[in-house]
């Protein structure tokens, strides 16, 4: 099974701030990685498909990058209602369909 | 949009089978290129997938669960199951219903709390 790690597992930071959230998968999964966010209570939601391709709907301020066994989700100028935990998810090897642990973000 | 729904019984024995199911409104379940799919969330913990089942009934269970996953698919109920066999505490979690499509889950449910205790 491929492993998906993510980190941090939590951070705190202020309204503006520019925030990064790391993914590494534990072999080559190409571009085969998305990002989805989930409110406390609510279903995830797809934010990033493909390692960098923004779902529609989704505010600009979020980005996603990498490839290969790195990848990175951003969001430009946090807002409070990006209050969440992220998770990465590949599919290049499946089964089974594997996710990260979680990165939970809070406001300081 | 494809709206999805988990419905079943919030309680179950140990041993016995966990039984849900999600009706999909908005769409077809007969829609070709959807995997029609289960995710659970033990309480506090991050997301495990658990299968998958296509139109064909072609299906695909994640290896590493203890419970024997059955994912089954009822087109003219516009509906799919997930059967859960021989439980344990350990399946306690939130079960998600979702719409698997090109690599992503595109489509939630809300989720369902069930929870294993005698």
């Known amino acids: 099974d491929i492993q998906m790690t993510q980190s941090p597992s939590s951070l705190s930071a202020s309204v503006g701030d520019r925030v990064t959230i790391a993914c590494q998968a534990s072999q080559d999964i190409g571009n085969y990685l998305n990002w989805y966010q989930q409110k406390p209570g609510k279903a995830p939601n797809l934010l990033i498909y493909?390692?960098?391709n923004v779902e529609t709907g989704v505010p600009s301020r979020f980005s996603g990058s990498g490839s290969g066994t790195d990848f990175t989700l951003t969001i430009n100028s946090l807002q409070p209602e990006d209050i969440a935990t992220y998770y990465c998810?590949?599919?290049?090897?499946?089964?089974?369909?594997?996710f990260g642990g979680g990165t939970k973000v809070e406001i300081k | 949009q494809v709206q999805l729904q988990e419905s079943g019984p919030g309680l179950v024995k140990p041993s016995q089978t966990l039984s849900l199911t999600c009706t999909v409104s908005g769409g077809s379940i007969s829609s070709s290129g959807y995997y029609w799919s289960w995710i659970r969330q033990h309480p506090g913990k991050g997301l495990e997938w658990i299968g998958y089942i296509y139109l064909s009934g072609y299906t695909y269970y994640n290896p590493s669960l203890k419970s024997l996953p059955t994912i089954s698919l009822d087109t003219s109920k516009n509906q799919f199951s997930l059967k859960l066999s021989s439980v344990t505490a350990a399946d306690t979690a939130v079960y998600y219903c979702?719409?698997?499509?090109?690599?992503?889950?595109?489509?939630w449910g809300q989720g369902t709390l069930v929870t294993v205790s005698s």
């Open positions: 979702a719409t698997y499509h090109l690599g992503f889950f595109d489509n």
């Open positions: 998810q590949q599919y290049d090897s499946v089964p089974p369909l594997t």
């Open positions: 493909d390692a960098s």
